[in-house]
Protein backbone atom coordinates (compact mmCIF):
# COMPACT_ATOMS: atom_id res chain seq x y z
CA UNK A 1 0.00 0.00 0.00
CA UNK A 2 2.65 2.44 -0.56
CA UNK A 3 2.95 4.99 -3.36
CA UNK A 4 4.26 3.14 -5.76
CA UNK A 5 1.41 0.30 -5.58
CA UNK A 6 -1.20 3.02 -7.29
CA UNK A 7 -1.30 3.87 -10.96
CA UNK A 8 -0.70 6.79 -12.40
CA UNK A 9 -4.59 7.29 -13.19
CA UNK A 10 -7.49 6.87 -10.97
CA UNK A 11 -8.98 4.73 -13.34
CA UNK A 12 -8.33 0.79 -13.73
CA UNK A 13 -6.84 -0.06 -16.84
CA UNK A 14 -8.73 -1.66 -19.24
CA UNK A 15 -7.21 -4.60 -21.70
CA UNK A 16 -8.09 -4.22 -25.07
CA UNK A 17 -8.16 -7.41 -27.27
CA UNK A 18 -9.10 -10.84 -26.36
CA UNK A 19 -7.79 -12.83 -24.17
CA UNK A 20 -5.59 -14.99 -26.63
CA UNK A 21 -4.64 -11.62 -28.30
CA UNK A 22 -3.58 -9.11 -25.64
CA UNK A 23 -2.67 -5.88 -26.58
CA UNK A 24 -0.75 -3.75 -23.61
CA UNK A 25 0.00 -0.28 -23.52
CA UNK A 26 3.86 0.79 -21.92
CA UNK A 27 1.99 2.05 -18.76
CA UNK A 28 -0.11 -1.44 -18.77
CA UNK A 29 2.93 -3.23 -18.94
CA UNK A 30 4.51 -1.58 -16.04
CA UNK A 31 1.56 -2.44 -13.77
CA UNK A 32 1.71 -5.98 -14.89
CA UNK A 33 5.14 -6.11 -14.16
CA UNK A 34 5.26 -4.89 -10.58
CA UNK A 35 2.53 -6.57 -9.60
CA UNK A 36 4.07 -9.87 -10.77
CA UNK A 37 6.55 -9.11 -8.58
CA UNK A 38 4.70 -8.16 -5.94
CA UNK A 39 3.10 -11.71 -6.26
CA UNK A 40 6.42 -13.60 -6.71
CA UNK A 41 7.49 -11.81 -3.33
CA UNK A 42 3.90 -13.10 -1.22
CA UNK A 43 4.79 -16.23 -2.53
CA UNK A 44 8.62 -16.08 -0.90
CA UNK A 45 7.31 -15.13 2.58
CA UNK A 46 4.81 -17.70 2.12
CA UNK A 47 7.74 -20.20 1.57
CA UNK A 48 9.95 -18.83 3.91
CA UNK A 49 7.48 -19.23 6.91
CA UNK A 50 6.82 -22.36 5.86
CA UNK A 51 10.28 -23.22 5.96
CA UNK A 52 10.81 -22.04 9.23
CA UNK A 53 7.81 -23.35 10.55
CA UNK A 54 7.60 -26.81 12.41
CA UNK A 55 6.98 -30.11 11.10
CA UNK A 56 3.02 -30.74 10.24
CA UNK A 57 2.52 -27.38 9.63
CA UNK A 58 2.24 -27.95 5.66
CA UNK A 59 0.20 -30.80 5.40
CA UNK A 60 0.45 -31.05 1.41
CA UNK A 61 3.98 -31.22 1.33
CA UNK A 62 5.82 -28.64 -0.73
CA UNK A 63 4.71 -28.92 -3.90
CA UNK A 64 0.95 -29.02 -2.60
CA UNK A 65 2.04 -25.44 -0.59
CA UNK A 66 3.68 -24.34 -3.78
CA UNK A 67 1.10 -24.84 -6.26
CA UNK A 68 -1.54 -23.22 -3.75
CA UNK A 69 0.54 -20.64 -2.50
CA UNK A 70 1.32 -19.51 -6.22
CA UNK A 71 -2.70 -20.25 -7.31
CA UNK A 72 -4.00 -18.01 -4.23
CA UNK A 73 -1.28 -14.81 -5.33
CA UNK A 74 -1.90 -15.06 -9.19
CA UNK A 75 -4.91 -12.59 -8.70
CA UNK A 76 -2.23 -10.09 -7.31
CA UNK A 77 -0.80 -9.16 -10.70
CA UNK A 78 -3.91 -8.20 -12.25
CA UNK A 79 -5.21 -5.91 -9.50
CA UNK A 80 -4.13 -2.80 -11.11
CA UNK A 81 -4.43 -4.07 -14.91
CA UNK A 82 -8.16 -5.68 -14.10
CA UNK A 83 -9.54 -5.20 -10.75
CA UNK A 84 -12.55 -7.23 -11.10
CA UNK A 85 -10.95 -10.08 -13.04
CA UNK A 86 -8.66 -10.00 -10.39
CA UNK A 87 -11.63 -10.05 -7.51
CA UNK A 88 -13.68 -13.05 -9.27
CA UNK A 89 -10.67 -15.00 -9.45
CA UNK A 90 -9.38 -14.33 -5.91
CA UNK A 91 -12.88 -16.14 -4.25
CA UNK A 92 -13.20 -19.33 -6.27
CA UNK A 93 -9.28 -19.81 -5.56
CA UNK A 94 -9.76 -18.87 -1.38
CA UNK A 95 -13.23 -21.28 -1.23
CA UNK A 96 -11.14 -24.18 -3.63
CA UNK A 97 -8.43 -23.71 -1.07
CA UNK A 98 -10.91 -24.03 2.07
CA UNK A 99 -12.25 -26.97 0.43
CA UNK A 100 -9.09 -28.38 -0.18
CA UNK A 101 -7.84 -27.94 3.19
CA UNK A 102 -4.81 -26.23 1.86
CA UNK A 103 -5.52 -22.11 3.38
CA UNK A 104 -2.18 -20.83 2.01
CA UNK A 105 -1.32 -17.56 3.51
CA UNK A 106 -0.57 -15.81 0.18
CA UNK A 107 -5.24 -15.78 0.64
CA UNK A 108 -4.76 -13.49 3.01
CA UNK A 109 -2.05 -11.32 1.17
CA UNK A 110 -4.28 -11.60 -1.94
CA UNK A 111 -7.59 -9.89 -0.06
CA UNK A 112 -5.91 -7.21 1.60
CA UNK A 113 -4.04 -5.96 -1.71
CA UNK A 114 -7.07 -6.35 -3.92
CA UNK A 115 -9.63 -4.71 -1.24
CA UNK A 116 -7.10 -1.86 -1.01
CA UNK A 117 -6.39 -1.58 -5.24
CA UNK A 118 -10.47 -2.00 -5.58
CA UNK A 119 -11.01 1.03 -2.64
CA UNK A 120 -8.12 3.29 -4.31
CA UNK A 121 -9.60 2.67 -8.16
CA UNK A 122 -13.52 2.33 -8.40
CA UNK A 123 -16.23 4.00 -7.33
CA UNK A 124 -17.58 3.65 -3.79
CA UNK A 125 -20.74 1.04 -4.79
CA UNK A 126 -18.24 -1.16 -7.30
CA UNK A 127 -15.66 -0.67 -4.42
CA UNK A 128 -17.85 -1.46 -1.65
CA UNK A 129 -19.36 -4.73 -4.03
CA UNK A 130 -15.97 -5.89 -4.83
CA UNK A 131 -14.94 -6.10 -0.64
CA UNK A 132 -18.22 -7.49 -0.38
CA UNK A 133 -17.32 -10.25 -2.75
CA UNK A 134 -13.92 -10.85 -1.25
CA UNK A 135 -14.96 -10.84 2.33
CA UNK A 136 -17.96 -12.46 2.69
CA UNK A 137 -16.96 -16.56 1.87
CA UNK A 138 -13.80 -15.93 4.14
CA UNK A 139 -16.39 -14.25 7.08
CA UNK A 140 -18.42 -17.21 5.96
CA UNK A 141 -15.58 -19.63 6.40
CA UNK A 142 -15.25 -18.33 10.01
CA UNK A 143 -18.58 -18.12 10.88
CA UNK A 144 -19.00 -21.95 9.99
CA UNK A 145 -15.90 -23.13 11.87
CA UNK A 146 -16.39 -25.27 15.21
CA UNK A 147 -15.64 -23.53 18.46
CA UNK A 148 -11.81 -24.72 19.37
CA UNK A 149 -11.59 -27.28 22.71
CA UNK A 150 -9.47 -25.13 24.25
CA UNK A 151 -7.71 -21.72 24.56
CA UNK A 152 -5.04 -22.50 22.01
CA UNK A 153 -6.61 -21.66 19.19
CA UNK A 154 -8.89 -18.51 18.28
CA UNK A 155 -12.40 -18.65 18.31
CA UNK A 156 -14.73 -18.00 15.47
CA UNK A 157 -16.03 -14.61 16.93
CA UNK A 158 -12.36 -13.22 17.20
CA UNK A 159 -11.88 -14.46 13.49
CA UNK A 160 -14.78 -12.63 12.64
CA UNK A 161 -13.63 -9.61 14.35
CA UNK A 162 -10.29 -9.62 12.97
CA UNK A 163 -11.43 -10.00 9.62
CA UNK A 164 -14.04 -7.29 9.19
CA UNK A 165 -11.48 -4.95 11.35
CA UNK A 166 -8.55 -5.93 8.53
CA UNK A 167 -11.24 -5.17 5.50
CA UNK A 168 -12.28 -1.93 6.77
CA UNK A 169 -8.98 -0.62 7.53
CA UNK A 170 -7.48 -1.49 4.16
CA UNK A 171 -11.30 -0.22 2.85
CA UNK A 172 -11.00 3.28 4.17
CA UNK A 173 -7.08 3.71 3.35
CA UNK A 174 -8.09 2.67 -0.46
CA UNK A 175 -10.84 5.53 -0.13
CA UNK A 176 -8.45 8.42 1.36
CA UNK A 177 -5.87 7.72 -1.95
CA UNK A 178 -8.75 7.96 -4.06
CA UNK A 179 -10.28 10.82 -2.70
CA UNK A 180 -6.45 12.43 -2.61
CA UNK A 181 -6.15 11.39 -6.16
CA UNK A 182 -9.39 13.01 -7.17
CA UNK A 183 -8.74 16.31 -4.95
CA UNK A 184 -5.30 16.53 -7.05
CA UNK A 185 -6.98 15.77 -10.39
CA UNK A 186 -9.34 18.32 -9.69
CA UNK A 187 -6.70 20.88 -8.20
CA UNK A 188 -4.55 20.23 -11.64
CA UNK A 189 -7.65 20.95 -13.84
CA UNK A 190 -8.56 24.52 -11.99
CA UNK A 191 -5.10 25.17 -12.65
CA UNK A 192 -5.24 24.44 -16.11
CA UNK A 193 -8.53 26.25 -16.78
CA UNK A 194 -6.84 29.18 -14.73
CA UNK A 195 -4.06 29.16 -17.39
CA UNK A 196 -5.89 29.05 -20.73
CA UNK A 197 -8.38 32.10 -18.41
CA UNK A 198 -5.09 33.75 -18.12
CA UNK A 199 -3.95 33.21 -21.68
CA UNK A 200 -7.03 34.76 -23.18
CA UNK A 201 -7.27 37.50 -20.93
CA UNK A 202 -3.19 38.22 -22.27
CA UNK A 203 -4.34 37.65 -25.91
CA UNK A 204 -7.69 39.78 -25.50
CA UNK A 205 -4.65 42.40 -23.95
CA UNK A 206 -2.94 42.26 -26.48
CA UNK A 207 -5.58 42.69 -29.51
CA UNK A 208 -7.27 45.45 -27.96
CA UNK A 209 -3.54 47.31 -27.08
CA UNK A 210 -3.44 46.48 -30.96
CA UNK A 211 -6.52 48.08 -31.63
CA UNK A 212 -5.83 51.42 -30.09
CA UNK A 213 -2.25 51.35 -31.54
CA UNK A 214 -4.08 50.57 -35.05
CA UNK A 215 -6.56 53.45 -34.43
CA UNK A 216 -3.72 55.80 -33.66
CA UNK A 217 -2.03 55.15 -36.51
CA UNK A 218 -4.95 55.49 -39.03
CA UNK A 219 -5.49 59.01 -37.31
CA UNK A 220 -1.88 59.47 -38.11
CA UNK A 221 -1.87 58.37 -41.62
CA UNK A 222 -5.48 60.08 -42.31
CA UNK A 223 -3.30 63.44 -41.01
CA UNK A 224 -0.99 63.12 -43.35
CA UNK A 225 -2.99 62.36 -46.17
CA UNK A 226 -4.71 64.95 -45.22
CA UNK A 227 -2.00 67.79 -45.28
CA UNK A 228 -0.67 65.99 -48.69
CA UNK A 229 -4.11 66.70 -50.09
CA UNK A 230 -4.70 70.12 -49.32
CA UNK A 231 -0.36 70.91 -50.55
CA UNK A 232 -1.46 69.37 -53.81
CA UNK A 233 -4.39 71.67 -54.17
CA UNK A 234 -2.24 74.86 -53.53
CA UNK A 235 0.63 73.80 -55.74
CA UNK A 236 -1.31 73.21 -58.79
CA UNK A 237 -3.19 76.77 -57.98
CA UNK A 238 0.05 78.35 -57.88
CA UNK A 239 2.17 76.52 -60.11
CA UNK A 240 2.18 79.25 -62.73
CA UNK A 241 2.47 81.93 -60.68
CA UNK A 242 5.11 80.78 -58.06
CA UNK A 243 7.28 77.98 -59.19
CA UNK A 244 9.34 78.42 -55.62
CA UNK A 245 6.38 77.55 -53.77
CA UNK A 246 5.24 74.75 -55.63
CA UNK A 247 9.05 72.86 -55.79
CA UNK A 248 8.50 73.38 -51.84
CA UNK A 249 5.08 72.13 -51.42
CA UNK A 250 6.02 68.88 -54.13
CA UNK A 251 9.14 68.21 -51.99
CA UNK A 252 6.64 68.39 -48.75
CA UNK A 253 4.19 66.11 -50.45
CA UNK A 254 6.91 63.60 -50.91
CA UNK A 255 8.31 63.63 -47.64
CA UNK A 256 4.91 63.32 -45.91
CA UNK A 257 4.15 60.05 -48.75
CA UNK A 258 6.91 58.64 -47.88
CA UNK A 259 5.95 59.36 -43.96
CA UNK A 260 2.60 57.87 -44.65
CA UNK A 261 3.84 54.65 -46.38
CA UNK A 262 6.05 53.79 -43.66
CA UNK A 263 3.00 54.35 -41.09
CA UNK A 264 0.34 52.35 -43.36
CA UNK A 265 3.40 49.24 -43.20
CA UNK A 266 3.43 49.85 -39.50
CA UNK A 267 -0.27 49.51 -38.83
CA UNK A 268 -0.69 46.36 -41.31
CA UNK A 269 2.10 44.83 -38.83
CA UNK A 270 0.07 45.79 -35.92
CA UNK A 271 -3.54 44.45 -37.53
CA UNK A 272 -1.94 41.35 -39.01
CA UNK A 273 -2.47 38.44 -36.12
CA UNK A 274 0.29 35.94 -35.49
CA UNK A 275 -2.06 33.00 -37.50
CA UNK A 276 -1.87 35.21 -40.09
CA UNK A 277 1.82 34.71 -42.62
CA UNK A 278 3.44 37.43 -44.00
CA UNK A 279 2.03 39.25 -46.89
CA UNK A 280 3.50 38.35 -50.48
CA UNK A 281 5.00 41.14 -52.97
CA UNK A 282 3.02 39.75 -55.89
CA UNK A 283 0.40 41.95 -57.22
CA UNK A 284 -3.06 41.30 -55.41
CA UNK A 285 -4.74 40.27 -58.84
CA UNK A 286 -7.79 43.02 -60.17
CA UNK A 287 -10.41 42.65 -63.04
CA UNK A 288 -7.57 41.65 -65.31
CA UNK A 289 -7.83 38.20 -63.63
CA UNK A 290 -11.40 37.49 -63.46
CA UNK A 291 -11.05 36.50 -66.96
CA UNK A 292 -8.20 33.52 -66.07
CA UNK A 293 -10.43 33.33 -62.80
CA UNK A 294 -13.08 32.23 -65.20
CA UNK A 295 -10.81 30.01 -67.39
CA UNK A 296 -9.65 27.86 -64.44
CA UNK A 297 -13.28 27.17 -63.05
CA UNK A 298 -14.10 25.98 -66.58
CA UNK A 299 -11.21 23.71 -66.17
CA UNK A 300 -12.31 22.29 -63.53
CA UNK A 301 -15.39 20.92 -65.03
CA UNK A 302 -18.37 23.67 -64.47
CA UNK A 303 -19.17 26.00 -67.53
CA UNK A 304 -19.18 29.57 -66.81
CA UNK A 305 -19.74 32.25 -69.33
CA UNK A 306 -18.26 36.15 -68.41
CA UNK A 307 -20.38 38.95 -69.24
CA UNK A 308 -19.16 42.77 -68.86
CA UNK A 309 -21.38 45.45 -69.71
CA UNK A 310 -20.08 48.66 -69.77
CA UNK A 311 -16.61 49.99 -69.85
CA UNK A 312 -14.47 49.61 -66.96
CA UNK A 313 -13.00 53.04 -65.95
CA UNK A 314 -9.99 53.36 -64.04
CA UNK A 315 -10.14 51.87 -60.19
CA UNK A 316 -8.83 51.64 -56.92
CA UNK A 317 -6.63 48.33 -56.69
CA UNK A 318 -8.44 48.05 -53.35
CA UNK A 319 -11.99 47.85 -55.40
CA UNK A 320 -10.67 45.53 -58.33
CA UNK A 321 -9.35 43.14 -55.65
CA UNK A 322 -13.37 43.52 -54.19
CA UNK A 323 -14.60 42.51 -57.17
CA UNK A 324 -12.24 39.67 -57.87
CA UNK A 325 -12.97 38.11 -54.43
CA UNK A 326 -16.33 38.30 -54.88
CA UNK A 327 -16.04 36.63 -58.21
CA UNK A 328 -13.71 34.12 -56.89
CA UNK A 329 -15.36 33.35 -53.75
CA UNK A 330 -18.81 32.61 -55.42
CA UNK A 331 -17.47 30.62 -57.96
CA UNK A 332 -15.99 28.36 -55.02
CA UNK A 333 -18.82 28.05 -53.15
CA UNK A 334 -20.76 26.96 -56.80
CA UNK A 335 -17.86 24.52 -57.55
CA UNK A 336 -18.80 22.90 -53.86
CA UNK A 337 -22.27 23.10 -53.89
CA UNK A 338 -24.11 23.48 -57.04
CA UNK A 339 -23.30 19.90 -58.53
CA UNK A 340 -24.10 19.83 -62.24
CA UNK A 341 -25.08 23.09 -63.13
CA UNK A 342 -23.76 26.22 -65.33
CA UNK A 343 -22.44 29.52 -64.10
CA UNK A 344 -23.18 33.06 -65.70
CA UNK A 345 -20.68 36.09 -63.83
CA UNK A 346 -22.11 39.44 -64.94
CA UNK A 347 -19.63 42.52 -64.53
CA UNK A 348 -22.20 46.14 -65.14
CA UNK A 349 -19.63 49.45 -64.76
CA UNK A 350 -22.54 52.15 -65.02
CA UNK A 351 -22.75 55.45 -64.12
CA UNK A 352 -23.71 55.31 -60.89
CA UNK A 353 -23.50 51.77 -59.95
CA UNK A 354 -21.23 49.19 -60.26
CA UNK A 355 -22.80 45.22 -59.91
CA UNK A 356 -20.87 42.38 -59.81
CA UNK A 357 -23.51 39.18 -60.26
CA UNK A 358 -22.69 35.38 -60.03
CA UNK A 359 -25.75 33.31 -60.90
CA UNK A 360 -25.92 29.29 -60.96
CA UNK A 361 -28.22 26.81 -62.19
CA UNK A 362 -27.44 24.28 -59.42
CA UNK A 363 -29.01 23.16 -56.08
CA UNK A 364 -26.94 25.79 -53.74
CA UNK A 365 -25.51 25.16 -50.65
CA UNK A 366 -27.52 23.32 -48.02
CA UNK A 367 -29.08 25.44 -45.32
CA UNK A 368 -27.43 25.16 -41.99
CA UNK A 369 -29.93 27.20 -39.27
CA UNK A 370 -29.80 30.41 -41.25
CA UNK A 371 -25.93 30.46 -40.45
CA UNK A 372 -23.75 32.48 -42.73
CA UNK A 373 -20.25 30.48 -43.63
CA UNK A 374 -17.34 32.86 -43.64
CA UNK A 375 -17.11 33.19 -47.31
CA UNK A 376 -20.28 35.13 -47.47
CA UNK A 377 -19.29 37.05 -44.08
CA UNK A 378 -15.83 37.92 -45.86
CA UNK A 379 -17.74 39.37 -49.00
CA UNK A 380 -20.56 41.20 -46.94
CA UNK A 381 -17.54 43.13 -44.91
CA UNK A 382 -15.87 43.77 -47.88
CA UNK A 383 -19.23 45.24 -49.61
CA UNK A 384 -19.61 47.16 -46.27
CA UNK A 385 -16.25 48.88 -46.98
CA UNK A 386 -16.94 50.21 -50.18
CA UNK A 387 -20.92 51.53 -49.41
CA UNK A 388 -22.09 48.75 -51.13
CA UNK A 389 -24.62 45.65 -50.43
CA UNK A 390 -24.34 42.07 -50.75
CA UNK A 391 -27.35 39.55 -51.72
CA UNK A 392 -27.50 36.50 -52.30
CA UNK A 393 -30.09 33.14 -51.92
CA UNK A 394 -31.92 31.15 -53.96
CA UNK A 395 -33.14 32.41 -57.82
CA UNK A 396 -36.87 32.50 -58.60
CA UNK A 397 -36.57 30.13 -61.80
CA UNK A 398 -33.81 27.17 -59.35
CA UNK A 399 -30.25 28.19 -59.34
CA UNK A 400 -28.39 30.46 -56.78
CA UNK A 401 -27.49 34.03 -56.98
CA UNK A 402 -25.11 36.54 -55.65
CA UNK A 403 -25.10 40.24 -56.08
CA UNK A 404 -23.04 42.76 -55.57
CA UNK A 405 -23.74 46.71 -55.82
CA UNK A 406 -21.47 49.41 -55.26
CA UNK A 407 -22.06 52.84 -55.69
CA UNK A 408 -19.10 54.16 -58.14
CA UNK A 409 -18.38 57.93 -56.58
CA UNK A 410 -17.11 55.98 -53.69
CA UNK A 411 -14.63 53.50 -55.20
CA UNK A 412 -12.30 56.18 -56.73
CA UNK A 413 -13.62 56.16 -60.78
CA UNK A 414 -14.71 59.16 -61.91
CA UNK A 415 -18.26 59.24 -62.94
CA UNK A 416 -19.17 59.01 -66.54
CA UNK A 417 -22.11 60.94 -67.44
CA UNK A 418 -22.10 59.41 -71.11
CA UNK A 419 -21.55 56.11 -70.11
CA UNK A 420 -24.51 53.24 -70.59
Not at 87 to 101: E, G, K, Q
Not at 296 to 318: C, H, K, N, S, Y
Request: hydrophobic letters at 45%; aromatic letters at 6%; proline letters at 8%.
Amino acid sequence: MTPTDAPVTPAPGRIRGSWWRIRLDPGQRRWLARDGLLAVAAVVVEAVLVGTAPPGVAPWGWPGTAFWSVLSAAPIALRRLAPWTAVMLAVPIFVASVLADAQPVTVGATFVLLTYTTAALLPLRQAALAAGALWGPALAVALVEPPPPDFTEPSPAYLVFTQVLLALVCFFVGRTVHARRATILALEERARVAEENQRSLADQAVADERRRIARELHDVVAHHVSVMGVLATGARRVLSRDPAATDGALGTIEETSRTTLRELRRLLDVLRTDAEPAAELSPQPGLAGIEALVEQVREAGLPVTLRVDGTPGPLDPGVALTVFRIVQEALTNTLKHAGAATAQVRLSFGVYWLIVEVADTGRGPAPESGRLGHGLVGMRERMALYGGTLRTGPRPGGGYRVYAKMPMEQLGAPINKGAA
